[in-house]
């Protein structure tokens, strides 16, 4: 079992700064803000290290998982070998129970608290390799430019609905090379997310594995990788499903208050999209397993939006499947 700390950092991550606060062993606390950035970060563990007599082992800092506003955070505490935690907000949320009011002195308490009451089960936090950071890079600027070309195709429409055939057509033709522009830097930079996976050994052997299940393309594979770090930061399928916002969760109260099964509103709903659409691919394939279980709960009148999260469900059961027990997915036969 993991031993606990003698202090314990809960951090709560703002743009610009930190705000931190300490709780040690005997129940002691303290709270500190200062700016996010590596050097008052790197002054600030220094400090706190000399004036409790500390060693790395006896420290340990927990943070909501805020993307790159994290990444001085992470860097500086990776680079000091001191133990870091990152959570779902929602984890430390419904740990902790209702909480009234919000400051961010309070918050940091609140998720010092957490990682104390949770500290044995806790996953340390494992850097991405460079490969991914790369990808997510890529992928990032993909995101954008998508947005930008639904833009552009959107602004065509509306256009051809209320301008007369030659105004429209004049439009269209100067944002014609602007979507051109844009759909072949997207094109490149799907190319460069294929040469990456291609040319690392882990990274192909996993997407081979991932894209072998039915439904799973070329950028929902490439997602998998990056949003998993290679499948590092999630020990099993129901937590996956839970960040995606596929579980299902009751919603009931005593006899009186019964409602339908619901997923969670704090999802990813990037992922979630992409699922979906790999279910969508299943259920046209009229002879695939997941069609028929589709075609048969719907014809015993199930909602047809509660099956399509089933199969959701069940790719994402599948995926990692096929990655614990590092075989390609084969189709059982009926």
Known sequence: MRRQPKLIAGVDISKYTLDIALISDKNETASFKINNCAADLRNFVRGIKEQFKLRNADLAFCAENMGLYGIFLTDVLIKMHIQLFLESPLQIK????LHR???????AIRIAEYARKNFTSLREWTPPRPC?????????????LLKVKVILKGNSKIERHYLDSVSAENLAAHSFRSLDAVTKDISAIESQLTTIVQ??????HLYDLVTSVPGIGNVIGIHLLIYTNEFKDFANPKKFASFCGVAPFPWSSGISVLGKTKVSFYANKELKSLLHMAAMQNVKKTDSSLAKYYQRKVMEGKNKMSTLNALRNKLIHRIFSCVMNN???EERVS
């Open 101 to 107: 009011g919000k400051t961010d002195k309070a918050d």
């Open 327 to 329: 075989r390609r997915y």
């Open 132 to 144: 991914i950071n790369k990808m997510q890079e890529l992928l990032t600027i993909r995101k954008r």
């Open 199 to 204: 040319s690392d050994e882990t990274l192909s």
């Open 94 to 97: 419904r740990s902790l129970g």
